[in-house]
């Protein structure tokens, strides 16, 4: 039995080859399998033996925010091991693209310098729900491995937990299991954080026999006999394969365990890893999952063969071009915080090393492009996201390249700006330049290590990792429980009927109030409550559109909903106020949609479908969906593009979406399967758990996409569509938010309005005379404003008014000077003329604009040796209970105290002695 998806054609693909004979041209398995023909092998094998071919989901987990990127093959399966999901078949295996990249599963520096470490890679893995256990999990390990790859079996030991560590026994049955295949001295007996799993504090956990190959010159059995050697000790010589994990037991909050009523399967083994034992190389950068991309840059960059110390770089470079391509695919795109984050630290750490080998040009997109074309038949998501992978690469690339250039004149500037005596450069420093500027920490390290200064690099990342860690503080949460354990108590599946009909009759099966399951409740005008019900017309929020709000009404009851929700995944549940009566588990009731703010609803989403095709159709086809929200009141959708939208752009976009609702289209939905939608030339999130059978729109002439929404049903009935806004929101990602129906009519005659009222306060000859008439006013009031700035900078450093004071303190001319209220731009050109005229000397100035005050130092360059304006302006701040710094010339400070500007200047004289001292 195989499911659907690219991974499964080739797994199909495969087993029709193996069936062949040798003379229709079958290959020999005595071959040395290639690292993609072992991926279609194991999935292969496994099909044959009634597992489901489940292909790899996103990097980015669904609704689980317990974790950033999928870190391995059970992910998708983790609410099916808990139980909180079922599936439709008890075997499965898959090929999982997984992540793992800073935090605790990865040292991100490390990758490249060592031949097995990875940010992205692939795990094999075959699972049992319920279904089989032990011994068939270890059979089929053993087969595959020695018979299907022909693993000289010799050359493997295994592990099993020891019964240390954990209030569970020895795992004697797994020990029994594998004596079958290999001797006893081969099997070797850890402790429980090397030979046991769980999947939480709490929850389904379970011992794990782990299959190592033996990498020494003796036999395995007598390498283990020579004291602390082993897969235990992390010894070098062995290599873990496979990680077979036994889900028996359920851990409780006391560290009890108590047996799964249905053990479970859950294994893994690294693509990488098998692949290159097969091949007998050292290095998972030789097997033909690397390779191409470490021979790509060697080649962008004229070299070729091994390059001794600077090999790592390249072995970098191939490494972050498969994650890279991966990761956007998924529609990660690099930005400043969480996951957009980790991608932008692969990118640039791959630049950085580029730059290192002498790729002074752009040349990352190159090998990403080589990810592409090598990995495109199996992950069919990266040739349809090509031309994203492209301009996302070349705009990282082109600003990191302007970054380093940034980098390094602010790190120069802070080591001017240290105290000659200091031998520590300042980690909040080199965190700040990470944070700011996505300088490297390790390259600020470099750096100041070459000017005879430290950097404490561990503290570095702890405050980067501080600061985002309270950046992301309460943004992610976890789904209640009450939510699951309802949905567990509930036999039958939720049936919405709200594509149909907006009114039903509906009984009460759940209700939750402070938090807990409970049988009955009554009117509290403070509480919110929330309803399942057996069958319901609201819909729940879900893939951007807003949860359904409307009444429900019974005998004495008056009963509001004010949001429509699944948190749990299935269930609807309904958000309500109580405002009369009572209600008890098992009553039947009338529930009705807000029939009004639904058919707004549906007026923005049918509308934001177009607005996606004529984005697709005006920039390409490399525009995707990054984010919708559609509510009664507007419509806002994020697609991926790298520039702002040029006025004509937004109109044609404009114009084709209305174009489209003139038409007055029929938008209708069919039901298919994933495949079918896929070659229907749907679009959507197909990394979405959509199921068996998937929904797809179709809206007017050419708009297919997978939506679960409600919609209209012509286009006609959107009215009109009209833009509010397109702005930027993240690198590579753009946002316009719209407008329809009579909302639509009221922006355009806002904007009417706002025109009329223009042409008649510039006097313009009609509309079109508006634009020239502003553009000759500004024009105007920037001339003005320059011979305001001149006369300003002459009445600041012309006759003083007595305000200003020239001191000699310590030998060291002073001169102070309250300049009014000249701005900070004029401040600045006064002390430089000020500076001037003194030769040698400090100038503070102070002034006071819209309620706040300034004060800047200047210092003569002859004298920044002595005097460091910096720490001169933050002394006098203090008076306006301000701050401020700045560079040893020139410093300025800001504060809100404007009486304090006198004393600020009269501090001056005893500030400058203390600092000539």
């Known amino acids: 039995m195989v499911g659907g998806g690219d991974l499964c054609a080739y797994a199909r693909a495969f087993m029709s080859e193996q069936r062949k004979s040798p003379e229709q041209g079958a290959s020999s398995r005595d071959e040395r399998p290639g690292a993609h023909a072992i991926r279609a092998r194991f999935l292969a094998f496994f099909a044959e033996r009634g597992h489901v071919v489940v292909p790899s989901s996103s990097l980015v987990p669904r609704n689980d925010p317990s974790l950033k990127f999928v870190n391995a093959g059970m992910v998708q399966f983790k609410n099916v091991f808990t139980g909180r999901e079922t599936r439709d078949f008890v075997r499965a295996t898959s090929s999982q693209r997984c992540l793992r990249a800073g935090g605790k599963h990865n040292d991100l520096d490390n990758v490249g310098f060592t031949p097995r470490h990875h940010t992205l890679f692939e795990m094999l893995g075959n699972f049992s729900f319920g279904d089989y256990f032990k011994a068939e999990a270890i059979e089929y390990a053993w087969e595959f491995l020695t018979k299907d790859l022909k693993i000289p079996a010799e050359r493997l030991v295994v592990s099993v937990y020891n019964g240390k560590g954990e209030t569970v026994p020895f795992d004697q049955e797994a020990h029994d299991l594998w004596k079958r295949y290999l001797p006893e001295d081969r099997i070797y007996a850890c402790h429980a954080k090397e030979n046991f799993w769980q999947m939480g504090d709490t929850g389904p956990c379970g011992p794990c026999s782990e299959i190592h190959i033996y990498n020494g010159a003796q036999a395995p059995g007598n390498a283990k006999r020579g004291g602390k050697f082993g897969p235990e000790f992390e010894d070098t010589l062995y290599t873990e394969l496979w990680n077979l994990v036994f889900m028996q037991y359920e851990k409780r909050e006391d560290g009890s365990m108590t047996p799964l009523p249905k053990p479970c399967v859950d294994t893994g083994a690294g693509l990488e890893r098998l692949a290159a034992v097969v091949a007998g190389v050292d290095s998972n950068y030789k097997t033909e999952l690397l390779k191409p991309f470490v021979d790509r840059a060697k080649s962008l960059a004229g070299v070729a063969g091994d390059q001794g110390e600077k090999e790592s770089s390249f072995q970098v470079i191939a490494d972050h071009a498969r994650a890279t391509a991966f ?117 600020t390290g470099v750096m100041v290590a070459e000017k005879g200064l430290t950097l404490d690099e561990a503290e570095s990342q702890r405050i980067v990792h501080q600061g985002s860690e309270q950046e992301n503080a309460g943004k992610a949460g976890t789904v209640g429980d009450v939510y699951f354990e309802v949905q567990e108590c509930l036999d039958s599946e939720p049936e919405f009927v709200g594509y149909d009909t907006e009114t039903v009759l509906a009984k009460v099966i759940a209700i939750v109030a402070g938090g807990r399951s409970v049988e009955r409740c009554a009117a509290d005008d403070s509480a919110t409550i929330e309803l399942v019900f057996d069958r319901t017309p609201f819909y729940a929020e879900s893939g951007g559109q807003v949860g359904d709000s409307g009444t429900v009404s019974g005998r004495g009851l008056a009963l509001r909903i004010v949001d429509t929700q699944k948190p749990a995944g299935r269930h609807f549940f309904h958000r309500a106020k109580l405002q009369r009566g009572s209600l008890v588990l098992g009553d039947s009731m009338m529930l009705q949609v807000d029939a009004l703010r639904r058919a707004a609803i549906r007026r923005n989403h049918s509308a934001t479908h177009l607005l996606h095709h004529a984005l697709r159709a005006v920039l390409g086809d490399h525009v995707m969906q990054k984010g919708s929200l559609v509510t009664a009141d507007r419509l806002r959708f994020d697609f991926s593009h790298g520039a702002p939208l040029s006025g004509a752009e937004k109109r044609e976009v404009e114009r084709r979406v209305n174009l489209e609702i003139m038409k007055n289209g029929r938008c209708g939905t069919r039901e298919m399967s994933l495949a079918a939608a896929k070659h229907a030339g ?102 003005h404003a320059k011979a305001v700035e001149v006369l300003e900078r002459k009445l600041v450093t012309g006759a003083s008014d007595g305000g200003d004071l020239v001191l000699d303190v310590g030998g060291v001319r002073l001169m102070t000077r309250n300049v009014g209220q000249a701005g900070p731009k004029v401040m600045r050109a006064a002390a430089d003329t000020l500076r001037d005229r003194l030769k040698s000397g400090v100038v503070v100035l102070a002034c006071e604009r819209d309620g706040k005050c300034t004060l800047l130092v200047a210092v003569t360059r002859d004298l920044t040796n002595r005097v460091h304006a910096g720490k001169l302006v933050s002394v006098l701040a203090r008076h306006i209970d301000g701050r401020g710094g700045g560079r040893p010339d020139m410093a300025q400070a800001g504060g809100p105290k404007v009486s304090g500007i006198g004393p600020a200047l009269a501090a001056a004289k005893d500030a400058l002695r203390e600092l000539l001292r």
């Open 682 to 783: 749907a679009i959507g999130l197909f990394d979405d758990k959509y199921g068996d059978r998937v929904r797809v729109v179709s809206i007017g002439g050419e708009s297919v996409e997978l939506c679960g929404g409600t919609h209209v049903g012509q286009t006609g009935e959107i009215g009109f569509f009209a833009t509010l806004s397109e702005v930027g929101v993240a690198q590579g990602v753009r946002r316009l938010e719209a407008v329809t129906g009579e909302a639509a009519l009221v922006r355009v005659q806002e904007m009417s309005e706002v025109l009329l009222q223009a042409e008649v306060a510039l006097n313009a000859r009609g509309l079109e005379d508006v634009i020239p008439r502003l553009e000759k006013l500004q024009k105007d009031l920037r001339v």
């Open 327 to 443: 990761l956007i695919a998924d529609r990660v795109f690099p930005e400043k915080t969480d996951k957009e984050y980790v991608l932008r630290r692969i990118m640039r750490r791959a630049i950085r090393h580029g730059s290192e080998v002498g790729l002074d040009r752009l040349f990352f997109h190159e090998v990403c492009q080589e990810v592409v074309d090598r990995f495109g038949d199996v992950y069919p998501e990266l040739r349809e996201s090509a031309a994203t992978i492209e301009d996302q690469v070349k705009t990282e690339e082109r600003n990191f390249r302007r970054t380093l250039s940034q980098g390094i004149k602010r790190v120069t500037a802070i080591l001017t700006d240290l105290d000659p005596k200091e031998s520590v450069f300042p980690a909040a420093a080199a965190a700040d330049l990470y944070s700011t500027y996505g300088f490297p920490i390790d390259l």
